[in-house]
């Protein structure tokens, strides 16, 4: 028997109220769950599951809502979409056609821009971490800004920028030392954390880099971490930027660009959360003084709400008075983020008849073999059957970028809906794939 109903008194918010803070998401009297003018359960019959469903009409306008916002705060800003949170080329496309650049970390997500149409000059190359490979490719394509972390770095990229006979546009991050307040494995503002120039060497660092052969300085970068829920911590990162910014023009240096970097957080609970007015309003009233052209590297705001994980129940297991356990499909192979950030999705029914179900509390996991593979503990969600149909909300960001082979379980399908057409934007992995690129040694074939 399952363990009574019982919700705490914070209770989360129920599928209900889930859909409709999400006007891209309708309950189907017949068709159930429906994202944007396609029912999920279509999509599952015709691509299986677990799989990945992102709405194009939902990021083009999440695109345009910050484009809107950096607007009427009067600011010349551009926006750079972090690759990171999902490099799909279907969604880089969908950007690309809106106007967006790219913040890249990668030579990977460098090459995935490029393929998907975005110009090189719109391409930002964050990273603490670029290799000598990396800092050529980023050189020979022209990309429009290279953000250096380190003496290091610098050295290096002067190095390879005279050996090739290019001028490398550098902004220098600067590590602010401010708390975003949010979880510490996604904070990046810090001293104490790995990326940036340290606050106090930050103006001797830049005079440096405008005596380099093959380093043409441009500005400042700020970046302070991921998931941010307050304008605050950005208006105090700012504020030093800007500071910053009047001490290196005394010394008659140039600073053209401020790169404000990415971080701004969504609502994956019914927690408040900084809309893109408020950040607007924290750049204008900090660096909007400053002459400077501002550059902002979005991800998770853009694609995170954009995207569900679908997924079907593979059965319920109860034992004795302990609440029952869902085991789904998908897993933490899939979407990690619970598992590696504790990290809290809603969880809503597909089916009409389910979503009007009165709940139970169960605990909602995956079939891999480790006890962190769950979703949620505790959780109220309706009585499910094998086989009924479940969405993971708000995956659009870091699930199927952060997913692996694990459990040699093949990557699920992504889909891709526009209004009221979807198609595959990648095909579910074959599973003789995950085996296709090793080799055994000729000693070991007898």
Same mark, same amino acid.
């Given at each position: 028997?399952?363990?009574?109903?019982?919700?705490?008194?914070? *209770?989360?918010?129920?599928?209900?109220?889930?859909?409709?803070?999400?006007?891209?998401? #309708?309950?189907?009297?017949?068709?159930?769950?429906?994202?944007?003018?396609?029912?999920?359960?279509?999509?599952?019959?015709?691509?299986? #599951?677990?799989?990945?469903?992102?709405?194009?009409?939902?990021?083009?306008?999440?695109?345009?809502?910050?484009?809107?916002a950096?607007?009427?705060? %009067?600011?010349?800003?551009?926006?750079?979409?972090?690759?990171?949170?999902?490099?799909?080329?279907a969604?880089?496309?969908?950007?690309?056609?809106?106007?967006?650049?790219?913040?890249?970390?990668?030579?990977?997500?460098?090459?995935?821009?490029?393929?998907?149409?975005?110009?090189?000059? %719109?391409i930002?190359?964050?990273?603490?971490?670029?290799?000598e490979?990396?800092?050529?490719?980023?050189?020979?394509?022209?990309?429009?800004?290279?953000?250096?972390?380190?003496?290091?770095?610098?050295?290096?990229?002067?190095?390879?920028?005279?050996?090739l006979?290019?001028?490398?546009?550098?902004?220098?991050?600067?590590?602010?030392?401010?708390?975003?307040?949010?979880?510490?494995?996604?904070?990046?503002?810090?001293?104490?954390?790995?990326?940036?120039?340290?606050?106090?060497?930050?103006?001797?660092?830049?005079?440096?880099?405008?005596?380099?052969?093959?380093? $043409?300085?441009?500005?400042? $970068?700020?970046?302070?971490?991921?998931?941010?829920?307050?304008?605050?911590?950005?208006?105090?990162?700012?504020?030093?930027?800007?500071?910053l910014?009047?001490?290196?023009?005394?010394?008659?240096?140039?600073?053209?660009?401020?790169?404000?970097?990415?971080?701004?957080?969504?609502?994956?609970?019914?927690?408040?959360?900084?809309?893109?007015?408020?950040?607007?309003?924290?750049?204008?009233?900090?660096?909007?003084?400053?002459?400077? #052209?501002?550059?902002?590297?979005?991800?998770?705001?853009?694609?995170?709400?954009?995207?569900?994980?679908?997924?079907?129940?593979?059965?319920?297991?109860?034992?004795?008075?302990?609440?029952?356990?869902?085991?789904?499909?998908a897993?933490?192979?899939?979407?990690?983020?619970?598992?590696?950030?504790?990290?809290?999705?809603?969880? !809503? *029914? !597909?089916?009409?008849?389910?979503?009007?179900?009165?709940?139970?509390?169960?605990d909602?996991?995956?079939?891999?073999?480790?006890?962190?593979?769950?979703?949620?503990?505790?959780?109220?969600?309706?009585?499910?059957?094998?086989?009924?149909?479940?969405?993971?909300?708000?995956a659009?960001?870091?699930?199927?970028?952060?997913?692996?082979?694990?459990? $040699?379980?093949?990557?699920?399908?992504e !889909?891709?809906?526009?209004?009221?057409?979807?198609? !595959?934007?990648?095909?579910?992995?074959d599973?003789?794939?995950?085996?296709?690129?090793?080799?055994? *040694?000729?000693?070991?074939?007898?």
């Amino acid at each position: 028997m399952s363990e009574p109903l019982s919700l705490p008194d914070n *209770p989360d918010p129920t599928a209900a109220e889930l859909i409709a803070a999400r006007p891209f998401l #309708t309950r189907d009297t017949l068709d159930g769950l429906t994202l944007e003018g396609v029912p999920l359960a279509r999509i599952a019959a015709a691509c299986g #599951t677990p799989c990945w469903v992102y709405g194009a009409g939902v990021l083009r306008g999440r695109f345009r809502a910050l484009r809107a916002a950096l607007d009427a705060a %009067g600011l010349t800003a551009h926006i750079h979409y972090a690759v990171k949170a999902n490099g799909n080329l279907a969604i880089l496309r969908v950007l690309a056609a809106e106007g967006a650049g790219a913040d890249v970390v990668s030579g990977g997500e460098l090459g995935r821009a490029r393929a998907a149409g975005i110009d090189a000059t %719109g391409i930002v190359f964050s990273g603490v971490g670029k290799t000598e490979a990396e800092l050529s490719l980023a050189l020979a394509e022209g990309v429009g800004q290279i953000n250096v972390e380190s003496a290091e770095e610098l050295d290096q990229l002067s190095a390879i920028a005279s050996r090739l006979g290019r001028v490398a546009p550098v902004a220098l991050r600067v590590n602010p030392d401010v708390d975003a307040g949010t979880h510490a494995k996604i904070t990046t503002g810090r001293a104490e954390n790995k990326f940036g120039i340290a606050w106090a060497d930050a103006a001797e660092f830049y005079a440096r880099a405008a005596s380099l052969p093959g380093i $043409a300085p441009v500005g400042l $970068a700020v970046h302070i971490g991921s998931q941010i829920l307050s304008a605050a911590p950005y208006r105090a990162a700012f504020t030093r930027i800007a500071e910053l910014v009047g001490g290196l023009r005394a010394r008659g240096l140039t600073v053209r660009v401020v790169d404000c970097g990415g971080g701004l957080g969504i609502g994956y609970r019914d927690e408040p959360t900084c809309p893109p007015t408020a950040l607007a309003g924290a750049m204008r009233e900090t660096l909007g003084d400053l002459g400077v #052209t501002l550059a902002l590297e979005p991800g998770r705001w853009l694609i995170g709400p954009a995207g569900v994980l679908l997924t079907k129940v593979i059965r319920v297991k109860r034992q004795g008075t302990i609440r029952p356990f869902v085991v789904l499909d998908a897993a933490m192979n899939d979407l990690v983020r619970p598992a590696m950030y504790e990290a809290w999705h809603g969880i !809503v *029914p !597909v089916a009409a008849a389910d979503l009007v179900r009165a709940p139970e509390i169960a605990d909602i996991v995956g079939p891999v073999c480790e006890t962190g593979d769950t979703f949620a503990r505790g959780r109220a969600l309706a009585p499910l059957a094998p086989g009924a149909l479940v969405a993971i909300l708000d995956a659009g960001a870091y699930g199927a970028a952060m997913s692996s082979t694990y459990n $040699a379980r093949p990557l699920a399908a992504e !889909v891709l809906v526009d209004g009221d057409r979807f198609d !595959v934007i990648r095909p579910r992995q074959d599973e003789a794939a995950l085996w296709a690129g090793e080799r055994v *040694p000729e000693w070991l074939n007898g």
